[in-house]
């Protein structure tokens, strides 16, 4: 009998399995695939390093910097570049600069003059009520708030970029609670930011977030979560049979052909929605899965391209660049890997990953690898002044990438909620449910890890 059996070993799964082995549980996590960690993926290749999924793991508390502390990889970690704070829109087919200062602000060419005044107004503007805000979109908040402006050059690029969606159909409670939280408790979102910053300050619980990667690329983190647990770990193992008989659950899976069987009070699942309702459930519970709306996952190609560094005319010195839907450019923006991690190309090149499709592009999502370098090439040409073909390239593919927090994901929670309530040792994580950063999804495995 096992303490808790988990299923699905992306990074939310890996850390429930991980913590719940550091205080002598037993745990058998089992992964479909061939390796643990989902999409976070590193090519290394000709002396480039390229991520084929997350780029970057953005620490959101000191609680989580410690946790990889915890499992010996501070000599490996990678803070990066400082050049990485700053960012680029695209604004007229040319990469603007996001102002990162007062002065900056005034001066920003992104935003007109009337934005900008308009902006300065912003903790005037009277609050929507509760029950209004339980469904209003990032579009209409960010208007509301701040402009059309705001919206188009700041907001809508960058929802594109974390998770390739569209303002006007994710809603603000369930993509950005952070947002929502601001406005309610300081009535705008500078009062509330303001508001926080005293209280975080009061409490001692101030902390610098930062993005970080490791010297071999980011799947170190889960292939080193993945050396922890030993036999707990089973690749290559597909659920057949989801059965509860009284407080316990029995499930069956196959690996190298042969049917294997673990039993335990607890059931964690961390997959994706699409891949929660596939699950070979019995009785009500997939009744309820399949009366529940499924999330939508645009698929999103990711194309990391080799070059000289005398093929751009831009510095490249900055995060990178996200293109706003106004814009005429096709892709969804680029990340200028090699000024944000060192080792990240050969001497004298520099590694460039372009974000094609998205919800904006579902036209682009069979396009070949060929015709999305020529996309790619033909604005990096026209945005940072390229020229010629690239020295390299990777191409990295996800037919279902990012799930979408629209008006769905409520009655989607909801539905996980209530089978949590009505089975008792069920527990749901992962992306689904606690937020699609890296970050998050640590956080979600920690959370898991508590309940047993």
């Known amino acids: 009998m096992q303490d808790a059996i988990i299923?699905?070993?992306?990074?939310?799964?890996?850390?429930?399995?991980?913590?719940?082995?550091?205080?002598?549980?037993?745990v058998t996590l089992l992964e479909k695939g061939s390796a643990a960690g989902g999409p976070i993926q590193t090519v290394r290749e000709n002396g480039y390093l390229a991520e084929r999924g997350p780029n970057s793991l953005l620490l959101p508390d000191p609680w989580t910097e410690s946790f990889i502390s915890t499992l010996g990889l501070d000599e490996e970690l990678l803070e990066a570049s400082p050049l990485a704070h700053k960012r680029y829109i695209v604004k007229n087919g040319r990469p603007v600069a996001v102002p990162m200062s007062p002065l900056q602000a005034v001066t920003t060419p992104l935003f007109s003059l009337k934005a900008k005044l308009g902006f300065l107004a912003e903790p005037f503007r009277k609050p929507i009520s509760a029950k209004d805000a339980e469904t209003e979109t990032v579009a209409s908040f960010v208007t509301r708030r701040m402009g059309p402006e705001f919206l188009d050059y700041a907001i809508d690029p960058f929802v594109s970029g974390v998770y390739a969606g569209d303002p006007n159909k994710l809603l603000l409670q369930h993509a950005f609670p952070l947002m929502r939280g601001l406005e309610r408790?300081?009535?705008?979102?500078?009062?509330?930011?303001?508001?926080?910053?005293?209280?975080?300050?009061?409490?001692?619980?101030?902390?610098k977030k930062r993005s970080i990667s490791f010297k071999a690329g980011l799947e170190v983190l889960p292939q080193r979560l993945a050396a922890t647990l030993e036999d707990s770990l089973q690749l290559n193992s597909e659920v057949t049979s989801i059965k509860r008989n009284d407080d316990t659950w029995t499930i069956h899976w196959t690996k190298e052909g042969k049917i294997q069987q673990s039993q335990s009070k607890n059931l964690i699942i961390t997959l994706p929605s699409h891949a929660i309702k596939q699950l070979p459930w019995s009785g009500d519970i997939t009744t309820e899965l399949s009366a529940?709306?499924?999330?939508?996952?645009p698929a999103v190609h990711s194309l990391s391209l080799g070059f000289k560094q005398e093929q751009i005319q831009h510095a490249l010195d900055g995060f990178g660049m996200l293109v706003p839907s106004k814009e005429a450019n096709t892709i969804l923006g680029a990340l200028f890997c090699s000024s944000l991690y060192s080792d990240r190309a050969p001497d004298g090149h520099c590694l460039i990953t372009v974000m094609i499709g998205g919800i904006r592009r579902p036209d682009l999502a069979d396009k070949s690898q060929d015709e999305l370098t020529q996309i790619a090439l033909e604005n990096l040409q026209?945005?940072?002044?390229?020229?010629?073909?690239?020295?390299?390239?990777?191409?990295?593919?996800?037919?279902?990438?990012?799930?979408?927090?629209?008006?769905?994901?409520?009655?989607?929670?909801?539905?996980?909620?209530?089978?949590e309530s009505k089975n008792q040792g069920l527990h749901f994580g992962g992306h689904a449910v606690d937020g699609i950063?890296?970050?998050?999804?640590?956080?979600?495995?920690?959370?898991l890890s508590t309940l047993i």
């Open 382 to 419: 026209s945005l940072i002044g390229l020229k010629g073909t690239p020295t390299w390239s990777s191409l990295s593919s996800w037919p279902r990438a990012i799930p979408q927090y629209t008006a769905d994901f409520g009655p989607w929670k909801s539905t996980l909620q209530q089978l």
């Open 292 to 297: 529940t709306p499924d999330l939508q996952y």
């Open 7 to 26: 299923i699905g070993a992306g990074i939310c799964g890996l850390t429930a399995a991980n913590l719940l082995n550091s205080k002598g549980k037993k």
């Open 185 to 207: 408790d300081g009535n705008s979102i500078i009062r509330g930011a303001l508001k926080l910053k005293k209280q975080r300050k009061a409490e001692g619980t101030s902390y």
């Open 437 to 447: 950063a890296m970050g998050a999804c640590i956080q979600s495995g920690r959370r």
